[in-house]
Every structure is written in C-alpha cells, then in structure tokens.
C-alpha cells in the first residue's frame, strides 16, 4: 500500500498562491493520485484526480513529475473560504480503488 | 440528486446499547465507503462495498462492528455493544465505480457515554 506524507499544517495569506507537496515514493504503476479537501463538520470533498504531468479544473491545479513519487496541489488566489484540511490519496493496487486511505492531511490556514 | 444520506446526523447511546447507522448512496453509484474520523486517528476506512459485496473489510475494529449492503440503495453500520471508545463521526461516502470521485454524506456524530 502506498502511504503518503504531507506537512500536517501551513498557513498563507488572502490573494497568495498556495502549493501543497504529498510524497509518494511507493505508488505503484496504476495508482492515481487523488486530493480531497475537508471543512469542519463536513464530509470530505472532490478536489482533482490525476495520473502524470499536470491536471487543472476550475479549482486547482495538479503537478505531477515524471517518476510520480510526489505531487503538488496549487491553489490560485486562496481565500478565507479555502481554509480547510487537504487529503492527498493514492490508489490500492489491489483493489484498484482510489478512495481507500486517507492520511493526516494539510490544515491550510488562510489568514486576512 | 440529493447526494449520500445519512441518518441519523446525531445519536447519543448509552454504553452497551446497539447503535445503527444508515446511509442511501448517490442513485446508480456502485462503490460505498464507511469511514470514522476522529481526532486521534483522523479517517480511517472500516469497510468498502463494490455492487453491494464487501471487498475490504479489514478496518471494521472488531467483531462489535457489523455492516451490511441489502441492496444498492442502501447500508448499515452496526455497533453491539458500543464503547464510549466508538464515540466519533462516522461517514459514508459513494462512487460510481471504486477509482471515481467519491462522494461523502454528512456523517453521523456518535457520542457514547
């Protein structure tokens, strides 16, 4: 199983860009790589999903390098509101499910 | 769609009582989760239905734990007898298949006391 380590808090300020680093270094050849954002009292959320190189939506982007032992969430322009927990997941080779193993989580902290 | 329900959002039991919790995935989604967060040790997994039959079940803490999928719109989470140790939010969350975005009901908050 692929565990993933990220930096368990970081805090930035309204208008920044924000980028969050997960390290992978065991994921396997058909895990995808999975971010989930969580805020109090509510379930964890869909963020972006990817594979290699890069991924963006209307949300965030999602860097990926080419041996994929890490990836990289990027929050343009953060705001109050994107002040949350970030999950980054990758998938169970075995089951080929995506959505198995949360880890510690990000607390991004965006202050005024 | 009214997205993953879950009921009830709130249960306070008493120790040794049997506590059920239930969930309706999102219609025509085939993979369900259970989860429970805590403080201490965050979500963990306790079990994943894939078109209904448990394929992982290997988080459920012990034998107190129960879940069952009757059908595809569906499922429970039993404890008997709960713990106060069992006190957490406990989420279930659906996908369309196991390697597609998840979706997460607004947890149960168990209090056992």
């Known amino acids: 199983l692929a565990k993933t380590t990220q930096p368990i808090s970081m805090d930035s300020y309204e208008g920044q860009e924000v980028n969050i680093t997960c390290s992978h270094n065991?994921?396997?050849?058909?895990?995808?790589i999975t971010w989930y954002q969580q805020f109090p009292s509510q379930g964890p959320r869909f963020i972006i999903q990817?594979?290699?190189t890069k991924v963006t939506n209307e949300v965030a982007s999602l860097f990926i390098p080419a041996d994929r032992k890490s990836s990289t969430l990027s929050l343009p322009r953060v705001s109050l509101s994107d002040t949350a927990v970030y999950y980054c997941?990758?998938?169970?080779?075995?089951?080929?499910?995506?959505?198995?193993?949360f880890g510690t989580g990000t607390r991004l902290t965006v202050i005024p | 769609d009214a997205g993953v329900i879950q009921s009830p959002r709130h249960e306070v039991t008493e120790m040794g009582q049997e506590v059920t919790l239930r969930c309706k995935p999102i219609?025509?989604?085939?993979?369900l989760f259970w989860y429970r967060q805590t403080m201490m040790r965050g979500l963990e997994l306790l079990i994943y239905?894939?078109?209904?039959?448990?394929?992982?079940d290997s988080g459920m803490p012990e034998d107190r734990f129960s879940a069952k999928m009757p059908n595809a719109s569906f499922s429970t989470l039993k404890i008997q007898p709960s713990e106060p140790r069992d006190s957490a939010v406990y989420f279930c969350?659906?996908?369309?298949?196991?390697?597609?975005?998840?979706?997460f009901g607004q947890g149960t908050r168990l209090t056992v006391v």
């Open positions: 065991n994921i396997a050849t058909n895990d995808y």
């Open positions: 239905f894939n078109n209904n039959v448990p394929i992982d």
């Open positions: 990817g594979y290699k």
């Open positions: 969350a659906s996908s369309l298949a196991s390697n597609t975005e998840a979706f």
């Open positions: 997941l990758v998938g169970d080779s075995q089951t080929g499910a995506n959505n198995l193993f």
């Open positions: 219609s025509g989604h085939n993979s």
